[in-house]
């Protein structure tokens, strides 16, 4: 009986084991097809390279509204407002991609458009929204203390004023 547990329990770790090479070698796949995705396109192009330098000024503008709240919000919804338009470009560009490309990198499934425009506003996104919880979480800090030193107040003058009354 414990030839057969100790057989079973060997096949359930190769089998785990099996699996961990499928998914390191599946993660190698994706790694190898992004690279030849990459290598695919023509970067010298124009439009790639204003492409690049929008999302290059989309990403300095973070930093420089890091110190204001509201525009910082307001910055967040206009680059997910822009990421949606992603497939409306996406259909743009396949109508005219040879006024612009050398090319038609827009393809109807729109991994194109989305990895190359979308992503990087979505991960702008994303660094925004983290900025806007820091300056949250600090405010929040900011009015705890004040909260507490008012109640530290307001105790000491309890304190003086029962003395008085005495």
């Known amino acids: 009986m414990a030839t057969s547990q100790d057989d079973f329990i060997q096949q359930i770790l190769n089998t785990v084991q099996i699996k961990q090479n499928t998914q390191s070698s599946s993660f190698d796949q994706y790694i190898e097809k992004t690279y030849e995705f990459l290598d695919a396109i023509d970067w010298t192009q124009n439009w790639l390279k204003g492409l690049i330098g929008f999302h290059t000024i989309c990403f ?78 600090g405010l929040l800090i900011d009015m705890k203390r004040k909260q507490i030193e008012r109640q530290q107040k307001n105790k000491n003058n309890n304190k003086k004023k029962g003395k008085k009354d005495q």
Request: hydrophobic share 55%; no cysteine.
């Open 60 to 137: 300095i503008t973070i930093f420089l509204l890091k110190n204001h709240s509201t525009g910082l919000s307001i910055y967040f919804f206009v680059l997910l407002a822009m990421a949606t338009l992603a497939k409306p470009l996406n259909d743009l560009g396949r109508n005219h991609w040879e006024n612009f490309a050398s090319a038609n990198y827009f393809d109807d499934s729109g991994l194109f458009i989305v990895s190359i425009y979308a992503l990087p506003l979505v991960f702008n996104s994303f660094v925004t929204l983290i900025l806007i919880l820091k300056t949250t979480a």
